[in-house]
């Protein structure tokens, strides 16, 4: 089935557990237009969903439009990234929360329209190596921390290691009903 929204291209490696939720995924390299916002988490994405959707909606040197993609994904801005053994909730951090939008292929930071709203930084996104579990739903802190918990038990029990803080990616707009909406929660591997 065509994926109807472009979504960044990685390798599924294999599945964890009995449900397949659980996924080990390679990602390519892949370009975002990301903005930092405060807290807490459950508000972020709500706060910096402007600022971003202006970018792509034209507000950028040229007036350029650029197409929605997926996922948008939100992750706590730490003061300092360390190795993760426990779920750590996006509450954790005082430094706020990043927000990006993955934008189209085939643009790079150098080539993406240069976005007229200074809080706007893009960056490419490096090759990289994911743990994901996919789930449905509303955001809330529950939701997040009960299949944060599932993703960490299911990477102990395989003897994988993990960094960073977790990252919440959304692929449906607001408009999906809540039992549709694709969610998912990403953790670096080492």
Known sequence: MAKAIEEPDFEMERRLGDSGAIELRRYAPYTVAEVTVPGPADDAGNRAFPVLAG????????????????????????????????????AASADGFV?????????????????NDARIRLRLVPARRVAVVRYR????????NQNLGRLTTALREAGLAWRGEPVFSRYDPPSTPWFLRRNEIWLDLD
Request: aromatic content about 10%; glycine content about 6%; cysteine-free.
């Open 55 to 90: 970018y792509i909606f034209g507000a950028n040197r040229g007036a350029q439009k650029l197409a929605m993609t997926a996922p948008v994904t939100q992750a706590a801005q730490p003061p300092q990234t360390l190795a993760m053994t426990a779920p750590v909730t996006q």
């Open 99 to 115: 927000v990006q939008f993955v934008l189209p292929k085939g643009l790079t930071p150098e080539t993406a329209p240069v976005p």
């Open 137 to 144: 739903g509303f955001w809330s802190d529950a939701n997040f």
